[in-house]
């Protein structure tokens, strides 16, 4: 996505929820304390990815990395991220510690836009990944949150739209993260819903025993 319409976004959505945005490339964020984020794609990610999943190296859109502590245990895991190829996360050493799939190509617009980790409020890091899949005239941007797990799968606590295009139309939503939840608004919705931390299963859940929050600058606020 164009970095100066995300940098427009990012101004608008100052408003909707505590502290500001962990980075320009996720301007519909916040409350995810102490993020590092990957923005920029390289085909060598896709590469290595590939390599580690041992699948054909054929993600066109390349592949973001960072790198960060998400076991707690103060040394830095690698997470690789592809559109295509999924999500890989690896060790110090470089072995293969938990895994996600990618996504199916929908069309021109697809893009893997940003990979982000930080605390989101749960008492373990979350990951968190922006992707836009679509055509030219109409695509969406969706947010989904994972958490390393048991096993060799990533968790994915949370998936969602958080922005529409049609066109020249852009509806934009947000997302908060708070503690054990979430204020979660829909890009074509006035108000936020309330969504809290299911341990046991493992997602977040949608609260429909509480009331809309409408945060301060969205509109009906």
């Known amino acids: 996505m ?10 608008a959505a100052a408003c909707d929820g505590p502290g500001p945005p962990p980075s320009a490339s996720l301007p519909w964020i916040r409350g995810l304390d102490a993020a590092t984020v990957g ?20 993600d066109d859109y390349g592949g973001l990395t960072l790198r960060a502590d998400l076991t707690g245990d103060a040394r830095a895991e690698t997470v690789l991220a592809s559109y295509q190829l999924g999500i890989a996360v690896t060790d110090a050493a470089g072995r293969l510690l938990a895994r996600a799939p990618g996504l199916d190509a929908s069309g021109s617009a ?9 605390d989101g409020q749960l008492g373990t890091p979350v990951i968190l990944v922006a992707a836009q899949t679509g055509g030219h005239r109409t695509s969406a941007i969706s947010l989904s949150i994972y ?12 998936s969602a739209p958080i922005e ?25 919705a006035a108000s936020a819903t309330r969504w809290t931390f299911n341990a046991r299963r493992g997602r977040y859940e949608h609260r429909d025993d509480l009331p809309p929050q409408t945060p301060v600058g969205s509109p009906g606020a």
């Open 110 to 118: 697809d893009e893997l836009l940003a990979v982000a980790v930080g």
């Open 2 to 11: 164009n970095r100066a319409l995300l940098a427009t976004l990012a101004l």
């Open 147 to 158: 958490r390393m797990a048991g096993g060799r799968a990533l968790q994915r606590l949370f």
């Open 164 to 188: 529409l295009h049609d066109g020249s139309t852009i509806q934009a939503g947000s997302l908060s993260f708070i503690p054990g939840g979430l204020l979660y608004r829909a890009p074509d």
């Open 39 to 58: 923005d920029t794609p390289t085909a060598a990610t896709a590469e290595r990815i590939s390599g580690l999943l041992h699948t054909p190296a054929d």
